[in-house]
T-cell receptor
């Protein structure tokens, strides 16, 4: 049961253009969402997050949008740079109360390639 | 400040052997998590420690896996006996106390069971 889905296994973009990575979730209890970037042989590196009380969060070239009604979030990278080439993971977490505090549920990842 | 460190970076063992993975979290982080990524699929949660206590171990595959966190500092994950399907990359992450905390990941241990 895949609760977080990234339906695009890969994305190829020209340097300077916008990269849009998408993520869908099914669990309505999720209320905190994160994007991680992963290079080969390294661990995931935190990029940006958003809580369910917001619909947009921006940090430099990275913006995350959240559409709660559609259970959809997206990561926009503008402008894209060759160094952004990596695997991007969407992750979600549910509120505390039970024992699911802090546990992250990940999507399968999207391989982003930015061409010079 | 040192990040999350994991040791070893790579382990190759035969089916039926025992392997112990170690994770040193960021100093001061009460929360410690173990995750696993198998064959390029999604990263899956294994368990969560708050200090030395297991908060959530719902992701542990079976009783061949044993995790400990002595004194609320470093953690070990033992697989005994290892099976072929245990192969994958095991990640450790840590975070500060409190909600909406960001989890910081180590580089992972790549386990190959032959």
């Amino acid at each position: 049961d895949q609760q977080v889905k990234q339906n695009s296994p890969s994305l190829s973009v020209q340097e300077g253009r916008i990269s849009i990575l998408n993520c869908d979730y099914t669990n309505s209890m999720f209320d905190y969402f994160l994007w991680y970037k992963k290079y080969p042989a390294e661990g995931p590196t935190f990029l940006i997050s958003i809580s369910s009380i917001k619909d947009k969060n921006e940090d430099g070239r990275f913006t995350v949008f959240l559409n709660k009604s559609a259970k959809h979030l997206s990561l926009h990278i503008v402008p894209s740079q060759p160094g952004d080439s990596a695997v991007y993971f969407c992750a979600a977490s549910a509120d505390a109360g039970g024992t699911s505090y802090g546990k992250l549920t990940f999507g399968q990842g999207t391989i982003l390639t930015v061409h010079p | 400040e040192a990040g999350v460190t994991q040791f070893p970076s790579h382990s190759v063992i035969e089916k039926g052997q025992t392997v112990t993975l170690r994770c040193d979290p960021i100093s001061g982080h009460d929360n410690l998590y173990w995750y696993r990524r198998v064959m390029g699929k999604e990263i899956k949660f294994l368990l969560h420690f708050v200090k030395e206590s297991k908060q959530d171990e719902s992701g542990m595959p079976n009783n061949r896996f044993l995790a400990e966190r002595t004194g609320g500092t470093y953690s070990t994950l033992k697989v005994q006996p290892a099976e072929l399907e245990d192969s994958g990359v095991y990640f450790c992450a840590s975070s500060q106390r409190g909600w909406l905390n960001i989890q910081y990941f180590g580089a992972g241990t790549r386990l190959s069971v032959l």
